[in-house]
């Protein structure tokens, strides 16, 4: 049945055309081979070798050809290479893609989840909400079958489809969308006035509808008389030629949004397009009409006919009936007649026969029959086209009076749609106008222009000074005035005020009325099968507005997002429901208006990793690495028990430079930090550390950390991992507006950090170093700077771990050096490198907190049972109001320590019960206790069991197992090993 | 969201490169009663309409300042730094 020569069933070639007869591209589809000329898309190379059905309808299943020719609807939708819902009629086709077809099974010929067209009756719009409305489980059951068998491709979500994109930022003085004759007129006249121009256009090449006219323009200014074909060469080649224009071809501005951004996709790139003037240029579409099978496959726009004609050099079918409500549809019966189509009929549903029209003289010369006052009434056929029948109309309704004719091939024209989905996201105003049957822009904001069909002028004359006219005025906004162009301008407005009123007297447009049918489906949203009996159905249900219509029946809210559907969608609303259209109004135009693919939005993941400067050693001793916030750290170089024992016994190291590290100076950085923190700081005398917590106003614990007095106006603050841009901006929100003297400056990338703990952690660091740290000279909780095998560090004394040891600060770019200092330092004692693990551990077994680890969003310092920290005699502090109200209410629960009789650890939300109710949870952290051999860790326990020695039940897997509360560290209580 | 804010420090940018810090409110005064504490800690004007509201500038100078912004049309009609406001 398939021809499969590319050469076959082409037309005589045309300068119109854009195939290359000289290469042969093979792909296949559905597992045949295709063979095409290059510049075919998937769609024109399927038409020429005889494929009817490209795709399976959304909900009936029902059988979709070719309807648009130009990416708007969604009948030609495939899967190319693994894509889902590629346009078939866009893509262009390339040596060995493999496409396959959508939403049918076992294939597309004979799929059988077709038998639901049969069943339409049970499936009336929103039989979802009807039918499986209780029990709820009857919905549980039902919607994993629906969503099988509904739909259309199927995404793959192990693509890393987001890889394929990249996003890029543009900006313009001008961007003009759309690159017909409009449009390039505005992009020449803004770039001849000085304006920096983005010229965007959907399509390959540049031209518009022009690129497929092949009618004689004449009267135009600068342009000598030509084919429409001809003069969008002319036009793309004066605006490649012009200085000051970007051309983006292949791309869609699918979205406008606020400070005139538009988005658009071209191909791969994902463009933010930041634009200081836009001019809407997109022109129209064309759309069908409404009668019984409009569906069948050859059923075709007459754009689409005209596109598959003069661009690809195709035969559209071998006899045809054409169908128009304007003008339309006599070009495109001529453009058949001479590619060799039997014009079998042409009915106009206007009253009378357009005698001015040149084309539909010719047709009548060359003895084709035209019908005034006809409409057509059916498709015949279910595979294909097969034959139409149409009815002479009487007072705008069809009649008995019938009439059938064989074709193959029904071409349709029921008018045009503006393409103005950008202007009304832009927030400019729709009115309908009855003069021009047509929905037209209104108050348009003041940065943007529109030009071209897009004002619902179908003129090339007027379309082009429309553009020039915007062209001048965009760039003229921006002060782009050259000489003469205000005089232009002015010109211009008074020629087109009077052509546009011409044009006006002369529209004739046909009352558009379209009846519910009866038995065979009229099809109105063809993305989402519904029909013109479901959208009167749903008015007379009660939903007579558009906007609820439009939800409850979904019509508009398909793929091609109401390109096809939504003038006749309002039509026959407002027609049930007795309005005007006018009146009806339409539904909101929201971006995207083409489908855009998620990936596209996602763009590259960028995930920084960030490593610190001892990164290098930690894999060279195998570490396995673990993510903390963005940066990589050892969770471990061997079991984190082992680690765990050389830190209680020898002496271990661990690289803490990721540790947050702000420096604050100035006359009121204690002011600021007594303000911050619920610590006294003005007091801390230098050369001393103290331990601080930040609350947020409302009491909440954000973070802690230590702060050491450097100098009378110098402090070294760290914080968490995590937290510390966060702080870093959290001190500055504290500076803002206060007039207070102090400097803030994130130094944490600047500076590598190595805690060195463990009973032998003195004379390790004492061999690198000539700061005295014997107990006497250098205390727990003081500071002191120095070398430390030659690099100036500071040294601070402090505890995390229990045990003594000094957390060493130095320049991040001798990091992996004293590293090194410190392990062979450390050799004679068993020094041994520990990850985050054994840290956890051993930071556990002392009971000190982790913010946002042991503590979330409800807790304080109160409930944490942190008081200590917190100064009740300081004036102020951030959290100050809030924890004295907690403190006067007094605590509901609290988070205390718990151990448990053995070894068992309890997971992370295990809940503590009383009985079978549970009345607490066990927090984050619970481990195995080395010093112990038992499990042990934190939980939030009501007050009343907050008490030392306690008894708790805590669930774990099904089984209630006790512990004993504690309030105290359980390795050593008393601090004793960390002031050694 | 796809506006600009004009930063006192470094002029035009893209909203992305800015943090939102919430509206400004008044910060009690440390003997304020329980009711006016719960007021700020909780209560927020949620306006539709003009609003003075802290941004941060997280990818450029790093400083807090003020805007007028219409929640609408997330027009920012002025930026400053800020006056004494807590």
Known sequence: MMLN??????????????????????????????????GDTIASALHAVGIRTLSRSFKYHRRRGLLCVAGRCANCMVTVDGVPNVRACLEPVRNGMKVRHQNAWPSLDDDLLSILDRFDRLLP???????????????????????????????????????????????????????????????????????????????????????????????????????????AVELERSVRSMEGIDILPNATAFGHYEGNLLGVLSESRMIKLRARRIVIATGSYELPLTFDRNDVPGVMLCTGIQRLIHLYGIKPGSSAVVATTNDQGYDVALDMLEAGVRIVAVADSRPSFPHRLAAAATLQSRGVLVLDSH????????????????????NGKPTTEERQFDCDLIAVSGGFQAADSLLYQAGCEPAYDDALGETVPLKLPSDMFAAGEVTGIHDLAISMAQGRLAGLEAAAGLGHTAAGVNGEADGLRRELAAAEASYRSGVSIAPMLVEPGQG???????????????????????????????????????????KMCLKHFVGISAQRAGKGIGEAGVTTARPPLQPVPLGALAGPSYMPIKRTSIDGRHRQLGAHMVDVGPWQR??????????????????????????????????????????????HFASLRQGRIRYGLLCADNGTILDDGTVTRLAEDHYFVTTSTAA????????????????????????????????????????????????????DAFRYMRSAQGDVAGVPSILLRIGFVGETGWEVHFPAEYGEYLWDALMDAGEEFGISPFGTEAQRILRLEKKHIIPNHDTDM?????????????RFDKEDFIGRGALAMAKERGLRNKLVGFVMRDGLVPDDGDPVVAGRAPVGRVHASSRLSPTLGKGFGFAWVPIELANEGEVIYIRVDGRTLPAQVTLEPVYDPEGVRLRE | MAFLIDCPNCGNRDVYEFRFGGEVTARPAPDASDRE???????????????????????????????VRDTVTNQVHETAWPKETH
Not at chain 1, 378 to 392: D, F, H, I, L, T
Not at chain 1, 737 to 757: D, E, K, P, Q, Y
Not at chain 1, 858 to 870: G, Q
């Open chain 1, 634 to 679: 050892p969770y471990s170089y061997g079991p984190p028990q082992d680690e765990c024992q050389a830190v209680r016994q020898r002496v271990g190291i661990i690289d803490v430079s990721t540790l947050g590290k702000l420096d604050v100076r100035g006359r009121d950085a204690p002011a600021l930090l007594g303000k911050v923190y619920t610590h």
């Open chain 1, 5 to 38: 020569s590319p050469r076959e069933g082409r037309l005589e070639p045309h300068e119109s055309q854009l195939i290359d007869r000289n290469r042969v591209v093979a792909f296949e589809y559905g597992g045949w081979p295709i063979k095409a000329n290059g």
């Open chain 1, 520 to 562: 065979a489906k009229r099809f109105v949203c063809f993305c989402e099968d519904v029909t013109a009996k479901d959208i009167a159905y749903a008015v007379d249900e009660g939903f007579d507005d558009v906007q609820t219509l439009k939800r409850y029946t979904t019509a508009t809210m398909g793929p091609c997002q109401g």
């Open chain 2, 37 to 67: 504490w719960t007021r700020y800690f909780y209560l927020r004007r949620n306006v539709a309409g003009e609003q003075h509201e802290w941004w941060y500038h997280t990818f450029g100078c790093r400083k807090w300042f003020v805007a």
């Open chain 1, 375 to 394: 409409v057509l009434t059916r498709a015949e056929g279910g595979k294909r086209v097969v034959g139409a029948v149409m009815a002479r109309q009487a």
């Open chain 1, 858 to 870: 409800v807790s304080n310092p109160l409930n944490s049972d942190m008081d200590w920290v917190v």
């Open chain 1, 724 to 775: 510390v841009e966060t702080i870093e901006e959290w001190f500055k929100w504290w500076l803002a507006g206060t007039g207070m003297c102090a400097h803030v400056t994130n130094v944490t990338s600047g500076l590598a950090a190595i805690n060195v703990a463990g009973p032998r952690a003195r004379e390790t660091l004492g061999k690198l170093t000539g700061v005295d740290l014997s107990p």
């Open chain 1, 125 to 231: 719009v929103g039989f979802y909400y009807k039918m499986f409305h209780s029990p709820r489980l009857l919905w549980r059951l039902a919607s994993p079958i629906i969503r099988r068998m509904a739909g259309l491709g199927s995404v793959n979500v192990d693509s890393a489809s987001g890889s394929r994109y990249h996003h890029e930022n543009l900006h313009a003085d001008v961007a003009v969308v759309g690159a017909g004759p409009s449009g390039i007129s505005a992009a020449l006249a803004a770039a001849g006035a000085g304006a920096r121009v983005v010229l965007i256009d959907d399509q390959p090449t540049l031209g518009g509808h022009l690129r497929f006219d092949t009618r004689t323009h004449g009267g135009l200014p600068d342009f000598p008389s030509m084919e429409g074909h001809a003069l």
